[in-house]
């Protein structure tokens, strides 16, 4: 069996406390609370109603925050598709201009030639065999003219079409952009409503607050021991212990929303960087990861798969064994182990 010392709660501690004061000193918006000031009125804020606001809190931030990492990919997909349609659009203009000087140039020795009826000009002829062979020539630049023209109008119509799909692309693009401001102003209003919540239980509320929080943790993964036991199933391939082995190496490492590493991660960040450190690319958001590979029940689960939790799969974290996952949790709290009964499975994905 896999055993492992779990970092002291003290140090947790520490790091957590860290995490809450630069959260603050970062200066985040605030916005409208939807909660009262939790605990009697005039008394001092209650841990756990304040927790249970924190909690519920962080969570539509996390949500929010899937939110705005899928509009963001999505924004940079339009953005490549933009930018490659109004090439074409360039390009396409660049030619059709040719092919309208092409047709002007055959149009203007047409009319050089027509100035006489052709009867006319071959009873005036000196050389008839040469004029006749001109007027050859001359049908041929008709008909070359007649294809030009359908060419032109051809090229026209691909050009015009080009033209609407920038428009409409411009138009998504647009939309992606407020997508991303107002998911990015959610997460930051549920954020500051937290920090507010915090601040009230004072300094060492709050102390007191995030050594619950790492003891809880701790307990919930260590089974009220000292020690961490991720059993003794084997990765489910090569590529899962590099990318577990990337994980574990950052633990400890603060949550910071839309952030893939190497120093701060969200929850599908830290997938997301964690199996690149094992070659594989997974899809930017914790929804996206939960359809990357084949679904597996919790049951077989191996180290290395992902746990995608909750119903809208707004989170995700890595199987690490005996029942253990490794994961971003949420702002103000680290990278860390927890229980994989501690959130609601939704989906155990095996890339």
């Given amino acids: 069996m896999h055993r492992h010392q779990l970092p002291g709660v003290h140090t947790l501690v520490r790091a957590l406390v860290l995490t809450a004061a630069a959260s603050t000193a970062l200066g985040v918006t605030a916005g409208g609370s939807a909660f009262a000031n939790p605990g009697a009125p005039g008394g001092p804020p209650d841990r756990n109603d304040v927790k249970a606001q924190v909690d519920q809190l962080y969570g539509e931030a996390e949500q929010a925050s899937e939110k705005y990492n899928a509009a963001q990919e999505y924004q940079r997909r339009l953005i490549a598709e933009t930018g490659a349609l109004q090439q074409q659009v360039a390009l396409g203009q660049d030619e059709l201009n040719r092919l309208r000087g092409d047709l002007a140039v055959v149009a203007g020795a047409q009319y050089r030639a027509g100035g ?17 062979s001109r007027v050859s020539s001359l049908d041929q630049a008709a008909e070359r003219q007649s294809d030009a023209l359908r060419e032109v109008a051809d090229h026209q119509r691909r050009l015009d079409q080009r033209r609407a799909e920038t428009g409409a692309k411009l138009a998504e693009l647009e939309e992606a952009r407020r997508a991303l401001a107002d998911n990015k102003q959610q997460i930051q209003q549920r954020l500051a409503q937290a ?3 915090l601040n009230g239980l004072g300094v060492g509320g709050r102390a ?6 790492a ?22 391939s090569e590529r899962a212990a590099a990318a577990l082995a990337a994980a574990v190496a950052k633990i400890g490492s603060p949550y910071v929303f839309g952030a893939t590493g190497p120093g701060a991660f969200d929850c599908s960040g830290l997938m997301y960087w964690s199996w690149r450190q094992a070659g594989v690319t997974l899809p930017r958001t914790s929804q996206g990861q939960a359809s990357a590979g084949r679904r597996v029940s919790l049951a077989e689960a191996q180290p290395g798969d992902l746990v995608i939790f909750y119903r809208d799969m707004h989170h995700v974290g890595m199987y690490a064994g005996g029942g253990v996952v490794v994961h971003a ?9 927890e229980s994989v009964n501690a959130m609601p499975v939704a989906e155990v994905v095996r890339l």
């Fill in 208 to 213: 007191r607050f995030v050594a619950q929080d």
């Fill in 116 to 132: 006489i009826a052709p009867t006319a000009q071959l009873m005036l002829a000196s050389d008839p065999a040469g004029y006749l």
């Fill in 215 to 236: 003891r809880e943790a701790e307990q919930r993964v260590t089974r009220g021991t000292d020690r961490l036991d991720l059993g003794t199933a084997p990765p489910a």
């Fill in 329 to 337: 949790p949420y702002p103000g709290a680290r990278v860390r182990y």
């Fill in 195 to 197: 920090q507010r919540l």
